[in-house]
C-alpha cells in the first residue's frame, strides 16, 4: 500500500540538468515532510532538500541556489529540478520521509541514477 517510485535519473554533462520525480501513494505526501536524499559511492546517505506538508522547504548549503523541491498540486508526486550540476552531485538519488524513524519510512524505493559527467 505504501510506495515509492524516482525515476528521471540520467547522465549528464557538468552545468547540465536533471529533474526528478517521485511518485508517492495514498496520502503519503500530503499528511508528512518530504525529502530528497542521496547516495554516492563510498559516501553516506545524506539528505539534499525536504518539503513540509504545508510547502516550506529546506535545503543542504552544497545544492542550494542550484536545486528545487517542490510537489504537484494533488501532492501525489515530488519533484526534484538540479540545475547546474557538478561531478559532485553523481548519486543514486531516492525520496522519503523526513522521519526515517516510523514505519512508513521502511519503504524505500529503487532510487534513480544521476551521473554527472564530462
Known amino acids: 500500500q505504501v510506495q515509492l517510485v524516482e525515476s528521471g535519473g ?5 552545468g547540465g540538468s536533471l529533474r526528478l520525480s517521485c511518485a508517492a501513494s495514498g ?7 518530504m525529502a530528497w536524499y542521496r547516495q554516492g559511492p563510498g559516501k553516506q546517505r545524506e539528505r539534499v532538500a525536504l518539503i513540509s506538508p504545508i510547502g516550506i522547504t529546506n535545503y543542504t548549503d552544497s545544492v542550494k541556489g542550484r536545486f528545487t523541491i ?5 501532492k ?6 538540479m540545475n547546474s550540476l557538478k561531478p559532485e552531485d553523481t548519486a543514486v538519488y531516492y525520496c ?10 521502511r519503504y524505500w524505493g529503487q532510487g534513480t541514477q544521476v551521473t554527472v559527467s564530462s
Open 96 to 105: 522519503n520521509l523526513v522521519n526515517l524513524q516510523t514505519p512508513m519510512a
Open 27 to 33: 496520502t503519503i505526501i500530503s499528511l508528512n515532510a
Open 76 to 81: 501525489t508526486t515530488l519533484y526534484l529540478q
Open 10 to 14: 540520467g547522465l549528464v554533462h557538468p
Open 70 to 74: 517542490s510537489r504537484d498540486n494533488a
